[in-house]
């Protein structure tokens, strides 16, 4: 009888060319070296043109993407990787794209009943033929005030503004477009700001603790995430049981409308009468010293480095399996 072949170097993927690249390889150090302390054996690599040689150049590699971003969340390498058949950690191509897109994503959440705020997409053509004033009215109309503009497809909350109103409008439009083609208006939402991370352990969806976010400035932007001591965070978030549990149970719900695997985190607000509202989904969650995933499995009772390695063996077993 034949053994199970065991997976060879663990190649960790980090960098990229998009604007999270800072955050995508202090990320992908933390992973490597979690890895490293479990005695695995791992290869650090950026993106580029020698990295295909490299994967066909390893004996059984699997992957660990760390990349943040169009380039490592939109579904582009995790399809390069499956057409050069190498396991990775991490959802698949479609799934990938589905949660990406805020414009394709919020409207996905809601047909499949999640509290969601109210949105509208809008690209950067419509905008500048059909006129600006216009536009603006239209929105302000529909959605209210204050109101959140983001890029449709973009993480760590760059080109992400709160608009209180119309005024602030035009310009919050204009640094979304900077990030992307597309942007998404919708509803802010008043409430305690959480995130929930799902890990697939034994089969199993499990929720971690929630993390309740606490920014200084009042705002999660790019400073406020990556910088140390710019945001408090609670954990497990100042929720009542049944919050918490009502937490867990949408972002559980997330990740399965999504079809996402193996990890994914829900940004969440929770209204004041303790109603969770669904902002997003994240397939590639920052592994920073300052990023939610970390702390969530370290409130769970979790080792970070041997969620990592489990990680790792499921995507081996998955392929094992397929072959």
């Not at 805020?102 to 500048?128: N, Q, S, T, V, Y």
């Not at 509803?187 to 352990?201: D, I, K, Q, R």
Request: aromatic fraction near 6%; include cysteine; proline fraction near 7%.
């Amino acid at each position: 009888m034949n053994e199970t072949p065991t997976h060879g170097p663990i190649v960790v993927l980090a960098g990229g060319l998009s604007h999270e690249r800072d955050v995508s390889l202090r990320s992908g150090r933390r992973v490597a070296q979690a890895l490293r302390d479990q005695g695995r054996e791992v290869v650090e690599s950026d993106l580029g043109a020698d990295l295909i040689d490299l994967l066909r150049g390893l004996p059984n590699p699997v992957a660990f993407p760390v990349l943040h971003g169009g380039v490592g969340e939109d579904g582009g390498l995790q399809q390069v990787l499956t057409l050069l058949d190498v396991p990775y950690v991490g959802s698949e191509p479609g799934a990938c794209r589905r949660s990406f897109n805020k414009a394709i994503g919020g409207p996905l959440a809601e047909r499949a009943g999640l509290e969601r705020p109210r949105m509208a997409a809008l690209p950067h053509d419509m905008f500048r033929e059909l006129g600006a004033a216009a536009i603006m009215g239209a929105l302000g109309e529909r959605i209210g005030f204050p109101l959140i503009v983001k890029p449709a497809r973009g993480g760590s909350a760059l080109g992400c503004t709160k608009v209180n109103g119309p005024a602030e409008l035009p310009q919050a439009m204009v640094s979304a477009y900077a990030y992307g083609d597309l942007a998404v208006i919708e509803e802010f939402v008043e409430g305690t700001e959480v995130a929930v991370t799902v890990v697939e352990l034994d089969g199993e969806q499990v929720p971690l603790p929630a993390v309740e976010i606490r920014p200084n400035s009042g705002i999660y932007d790019y400073t406020a995430r990556y910088t140390a001591g710019e945001t408090r965070f609670i954990v497990p978030a100042t929720l009542s049981e049944e919050s918490a549990g009502a937490c867990a149970a949408l972002a559980v719900s997330a990740h399965r409308v999504f079809g996402l695997r193996d990890l994914s985190r829900a940004d969440i607000i929770v209204r004041p009468d303790g109603t969770p509202v669904f902002i997003e989904t994240n397939v590639a969650p920052g592994m920073t010293e300052t990023s939610l995933l970390p702390q969530a499995v370290e409130a769970a009772g979790f080792d970070f480095g041997l969620l990592c390695a489990q990680l790792v063996d499921n995507a081996w077993t998955r392929h094992v399996a397929t072959v």
